[in-house]
């Protein structure tokens, strides 16, 4: 089974325009979550995490994430987006019974002008 | 605080023949990660070392992958009798243990390209 899901392999917006990206976990535990970008060529970057304390959680260059347990769902926002988002968004649980960590299978952003 | 890094960044082999990468983690993590990620697809567990041990082990890791953190510090992966589906970015993380909140940092990686 899936413990994490990213719904849209692709999402397109443009520049200034809202940006949502989805995710939805597979837990029956407390689960902590994070979303990390990957430019191209370049390494992974935390962008924001969760972990049980404010189920709004604010991250780098203005993204911000919302814990929604009822809905199993980890939603990546950004009120305006910018040209330099453009990259590879990746959704990430720990379930909270191990060490593991699950990746999604990516979103690509792309910015259009 | 340098970050994750990783050696080589790039690597070509032939088939059959044995690699060996290199990771220097964060000198303050005492947990270390190596993935494996192809293209299109989210980065894949393969092990994991809380200093020099090396705690859990993905499927994914076959005889012919072994890693080691001897001295708890930094690590290698060597994959032995490579194949083609060996090619992949090989990527390196580490964290602190601070409960379960604790991120991952990741270093660069190495691509691998088997021919």
């Known amino acids: 089974a899936q413990s994490v899901t990213q719904l849209d392999s692709h999402v397109s917006v443009s520049e200034g325009t809202p940006v949502l990206l989805r995710c939805n976990y597979s837990s029956s535990y407390s689960p902590s979550l994070f979303w990390y970008v990957q430019h191209p060529n370049k390494g992974l970057q935390l962008l924001l995490k969760?972990?049980?304390?404010?189920?709004l959680v604010k991250g780098i260059n203005g993204f911000e994430a919302e814990f929604k347990k009822s809905e199993t769902s980890f939603h990546l926002t950004k009120p305006s987006a910018h040209m330099s988002d453009a990259a590879e968004y990746f959704c990430v649980v720990n379930l909270g019974t191990g060490n593991q960590f699950y990746f999604g299978t990516g979103t690509s952003l792309t910015v259009i002008p | 605080d340098t970050g994750v890094s990783q050696d080589p960044r790039h690597k070509i082999t032939k088939r059959g023949q044995n690699v060996t990468f290199r990771c220097d983690p964060i000198?303050?993590?005492?947990?270390l990660y190596w993935y494996r990620q192809t293209l299109g697809q989210g980065p894949e567990f393969l092990t994991y070392f809380q200093n020099e041990a090396q705690l859990e082990k993905s499927r994914l890791l076959s005889d012919r992958f072994s890693a080691e953190r001897p001295k708890g510090s930094f690590s290698t992966l060597e994959i032995q009798r490579t194949e083609q589906g060996d090619s992949a970015m090989y990527l390196c993380?580490?964290?602190?243990?601070?409960?379960?909140?604790?991120?991952?940092?990741f270093g660069p990686g190495t691509r691998l390209t088997v021919t």
């Open positions: 969760y972990t049980s304390a404010a189920t």
């Open positions: 993380a580490s964290s602190r243990t601070t409960g379960s909140s604790y991120e991952q940092y």
């Open positions: 000198s303050e993590h005492n947990r």
